[in-house]
Every structure is written in structure tokens, then in C-alpha cells.
DNA sequence: GCGACAG
DNA sequence: ATCTTGTCGC
């Protein structure tokens, strides 16, 4: 796509200073196959105690293909982002950062139009290679680019369980990312808390529960 | 042309 | 992501 190849440029890399304060996880539903439910859940960090969360239901329009999630679900975080009275020091997505074929999967893209930190937490890889992750829990090894270079890391945050796939989105780098995952991330636990509250009220929502 | 392929 | 109960493993 051509508009990620534009937007990739603008993508912006730094060590994140400090801790942030205030945290925000999001994650989507589908109710119906042209019906998605967005929730952002806000948490304070590092205690990871839920603040508060927003939903939204919007119409899908875009179909779901490899390295283009940001156009099916993009648009749904945008409205529900809309609705957010706070906002947070650095969200977490459900899905890749840089960690893309073109450099921007959906964290990195929603980045740039927050202009606020954001990492990208995926239950599977889209792209990037890396050496055999030890089955232990907290195992991690770096995730590379076809060029060598370091875009993320895998982590074994479970034992005997699939890792997951974190990389900086945007206004933060590798290095932070992978500190401030750890620090939401509870023992036993494979998804960091962040994505993983929020994929709990997404679902729980659509059930017409809570 | 053949496989890979976030949610 | 979603369709779905019980069930094997840590």
C-alpha cells in the first residue's frame, strides 16, 4: 500500500524517558460480520489497576488481509479514541509496531495520528525472523529484519505456550518497548494486561454482559 | 509461479 | 476474528 510507504517515513524512534503514568489497551470484537467493537481500556501503570474503559460499535467496511489490519480496524480505534476524556501516556495494540513487511503495522500507523507512544503486542508473527526461543518463562530473543536489524522481541511470557510478538509503534523504541511490556505483563498471565483487559470487555460486551 | 499471512 | 464442549496438561 502505498500510504504506508508514505507514513513510514514519519514513524519516529526514541527511548522512552521516565515511566508513564497512565496506560491504555485496545482491542476489537466482531458482534456481526459487518459490525465491529472497539474498546480502550485505561490503566494505571505499573500497578495495572483498570481506571476506566470506552467502547464504540462502527461498521466495517474493509475486509481482513495480512498488513492491512490498520484499514479494518483503524477506523473503529479512532472513534472510540474520540470518546476518551483522559488521555493516556502510551497505548498498546493488538497487533504489530514496526514488526511489518512495509515497517507500520497498525500501532505504528495509529501512532502518528495520536501523536503519543504506542507499542504493538501480537499473538503471532506477520513478519521478521529469530533464533529458537528457550521454552522457559521469561525467555526472549530479539526479532530482526531481513537486513539484521533489531525490530522487536519475541517472548515466551508462559511456559510451554505460543509467545508473543512486541515491537515499538511509534515515539518510542525497541529497547523501551520491551522494558514497559515486561511491566505489564503478570507471572502466568501470556498477554500483557493492557490487550488483555481489553480483549475481556470486548468480548464480554458483545455478550451484552457488564 | 509458490508459499506466508497481525486480527 | 468467529463457529463451539469437553478435556488434556501444567
Same mark, same amino acid.
Given at each position: 500500500?502505498?500510504?504506508?510507504?508514505?507514513?513510514?517515513?514519519?514513524?519516529?524512534?526514541?527511548?522512552?524517558? !521516565?515511566?508513564?503514568?497512565?496506560?491504555?489497551?485496545?482491542?476489537?470484537?466482531?458482534?456481526?460480520?459487518?459490525?465491529?467493537?472497539?474498546?480502550?481500556?485505561?490503566?494505571?501503570?505499573?500497578?495495572?489497576?483498570?481506571?476506566?474503559?470506552?467502547?464504540?460499535?462502527?461498521?466495517?467496511?474493509?475486509?481482513?488481509?495480512?498488513?492491512?489490519?490498520?484499514?479494518?480496524? !483503524?477506523?473503529?480505534?479512532?472513534?472510540?479514541?474520540?470518546?476518551?476524556?483522559?488521555?493516556?501516556?502510551?497505548?498498546?495494540?493488538?497487533?504489530?509496531?514496526?514488526?511489518?513487511?512495509?515497517?507500520? !503495522?497498525?500501532?505504528?500507523?495509529?501512532?502518528?495520528?495520536?501523536?503519543?507512544?504506542?507499542?504493538?503486542?501480537?499473538?503471532?508473527?506477520?513478519? !521478521?525472523?529469530?533464533?529458537?526461543?528457550?521454552?522457559?518463562?521469561?525467555?526472549?530473543?530479539?526479532?530482526?529484519?531481513?537486513?539484521?536489524?533489531?525490530?522487536?522481541?519475541?517472548?515466551?511470557?508462559?511456559?510451554?505456550?505460543?509467545?508473543?510478538?512486541?515491537?515499538?509503534?511509534?515515539?518510542?523504541?525497541?529497547?523501551?518497548?520491551?522494558?514497559?511490556?515486561?511491566?505489564?505483563?503478570?507471572?502466568?498471565?501470556?498477554?500483557?494486561?493492557?490487550?488483555?483487559?481489553?480483549?475481556?470487555?470486548?468480548?464480554?460486551?458483545?455478550?451484552?454482559?457488564?
Amino acid at each position: 500500500m502505498k500510504i504506508q510507504k508514505t507514513l513510514k517515513r514519519r514513524l519516529i524512534f526514541k527511548p522512552y524517558e !521516565g515511566d508513564p503514568n497512565v496506560v491504555a489497551g485496545v482491542d476489537l470484537s466482531f458482534p456481526s460480520r459487518e459490525e465491529g467493537l472497539a474498546v480502550i481500556v485505561l490503566l494505571e501503570y505499573p500497578s495495572m489497576k483498570v481506571l476506566r474503559y470506552v467502547s464504540e460499535r462502527v461498521k466495517i467496511r474493509f475486509p481482513y488481509i495480512p498488513g492491512l489490519l490498520v484499514f479494518r480496524e !483503524g477506523p473503529a480505534f479512532l472513534k472510540a479514541w474520540e470518546k476518551l476524556q483522559v488521555k493516556p501516556d502510551l497505548v498498546v495494540f493488538d497487533g504489530q509496531g514496526i514488526a511489518h513487511p512495509r515497517g507500520i !503495522g497498525i500501532a505504528s500507523h495509529m501512532g502518528l495520528f495520536i501523536s503519543i507512544p504506542t507499542i504493538g503486542v501480537a499473538k503471532s508473527r506477520l513478519y !521478521g525472523w529469530h533464533e529458537e526461543l528457550p521454552n522457559e518463562e521469561g525467555a526472549s530473543v530479539p526479532l530482526k529484519d531481513k537486513f539484521g536489524n533489531t525490530i522487536g522481541y519475541v517472548i515466551r511470557t508462559k511456559k510451554s505456550g505460543k509467545p508473543i510478538y512486541i515491537s515499538p509503534g511509534h515515539l518510542i523504541d525497541v529497547e523501551s518497548s520491551y522494558r514497559i511490556i515486561k511491566h505489564m505483563t503478570v507471572p502466568g498471565k501470556r498477554i500483557p494486561e493492557p490487550t488483555r483487559i481489553a480483549d475481556i470487555l470486548t468480548k464480554k460486551l458483545k455478550k451484552g454482559l457488564f
